[in-house]
């Protein structure tokens, strides 16, 4: 079994500053990662994926996140946010899946709510 | 191109009837997932098919929930007689094929049920 643990319900920055969106998951085999994001009434958008190699993983707008296998964490990182970032940060993990190779049903915590302050 | 879409995007049921929600994968996608996701929570996995067959179900909350694949393209999720539980915002997702990582995600389908 595995599970997600996002830390903060709600995270409110001001535009223009750094901003970091804490993940934790526990799982008892190798994990892939990932963080989405949903803007309202809308599907979710991957931003970046951690499935091996290089811990730190670069994604869309912006975003970076670290893979720390010995803190099982994944946390997510902007420099400098915008107003338009405003948004649910859902990190997810997956495991291998059933094609052996694949990872399938994602496990999802229960999101950061991004409030960007002018 | 064309992303995942859902139908309807909206629906209102009264407890007790029967609901089914459409999924359109993007086009040659082999696997196909539903999710749940209640007010506030993050999407929880229900069930997965890899073109036509199901090969997990383990989500799905009680026998009312049924969903399937015939041709292994366009999916149906079908919640017989309703429960005010039910409600929620069902997501789609697919991916290109059983080894791919990245779901993409259609807008889903909010569900009340009254």
């Known amino acids: 079994a595995q599970s997600v643990t996002q830390l903060d319900s709600q995270v409110p920055v001001f535009e223009e500053a750094p901003v970091e969106l804490r993940c934790n998951y526990s799982?008892?085999?190798?994990?892939?990662l990932f963080w989405y994001v949903q803007y309202p009434n809308q599907g979710l958008q991957l931003l970046l994926k951690?499935?091996?190699?290089?811990?730190l993983v670069k994604g869309i707008n912006g975003f970076e996140a670290e893979f720390n296998k010995s803190q099982t964490s994944f946390h997510l990182r902007k420099p400098s946010v915008h107003i338009s970032d405003t948004a649910e940060y859902f990190c997810?993990?997956?495991?291998?899946?059933?094609?052996?190779?694949?990872?399938?049903?994602?496990?999802f915590g229960k999101g950061t709510h991004l409030i960007i302050q002018p | 191109g064309a992303g995942v879409s859902q139908s309807p995007r909206y629906k209102v049921a009264k407890r007790g009837q029967d609901v089914a929600l459409r999924c359109d994968p993007i086009?040659?996608?082999?696997?196909l997932f539903w999710y749940q996701q209640a007010l506030g929570q993050g999407p929880e996995f229900l069930t997965y098919f890899q073109n036509e067959a199901q090969l997990d179900k383990s989500g799905l909350p009680s026998d009312r929930f049924f969903a399937e694949r015939p041709e292994g393209s366009v999916s149906t999720l079908k919640i017989q007689r309703t429960q005010q539980e039910d409600s929620a915002v069902y997501l789609c997702?697919?991916?290109?094929?059983?080894?791919?990582?990245?779901?993409?995600f259609g807008p889903g389908t909010r569900l009340t049920v009254t």
């Open positions: 997810a993990v997956s495991s291998e899946g059933y094609s052996g190779g694949g990872a399938d049903g994602l496990t």
């Open positions: 951690y499935l091996s190699g290089s811990t």
């Open positions: 997702a697919s991916s290109l094929w059983a080894g791919a990582y990245e779901q993409y």
């Open positions: 086009s040659g996608h082999v696997s």
């Open positions: 799982s008892s085999v190798s994990v892939y």
